[in-house]
């Protein structure tokens, strides 16, 4: 951003030293300086003032922000998972509905399609599987 693109205002719109390149057989593995001590003292203090700054910005941004983290954080350790209905009820401070109850993994699942005698009953993909495939297709 500084050295290539020239987004800085102390060093202008200006390319400062080379692109760096792969190391392969036959190349150097030391980058080779081809810009002055002063310059590189000047890249280095204004790239370290850039991090500064945004380090700055994201420690505003969360301390502004740490009760809302700490209430996403809860909701997060009580339920493992929230979605964008969720998390727009905590933005605006509002109470997460219940969760919904799983049957237990005991109980047998609901048949919704009848089967035929002696069949086993279909079975969920496992970890995304697709479903195997019916003898003889």
Known sequence: MVTQFGMSEVIGPLAVGD?????????????RREISERTAQMV???????????????????SENRDLLDRIADALLDRETIDRD???????NQPLPPRATLPP???PPQASTPTKPGASPARAPLLGTPPAEPAGA
Do not use: H, P, T, W
Request: net charge negative; hydrophobic share 45%; no cysteine.
């Open 44 to 62: 280095d203090d204004e790239v370290k003032r850039l991090i500064d700054e945004a380090y700055a910005r994201a420690m505003g941004i969360i």
């Open 86 to 92: 969720d998390l727009d009820r905590l933005v605006k």
């Open 105 to 107: 993994l005991d109980s």
């Open 19 to 31: 692109k760096e390149q792969e190391i392969f057989l036959g190349r150097e593995f030391a980058q």
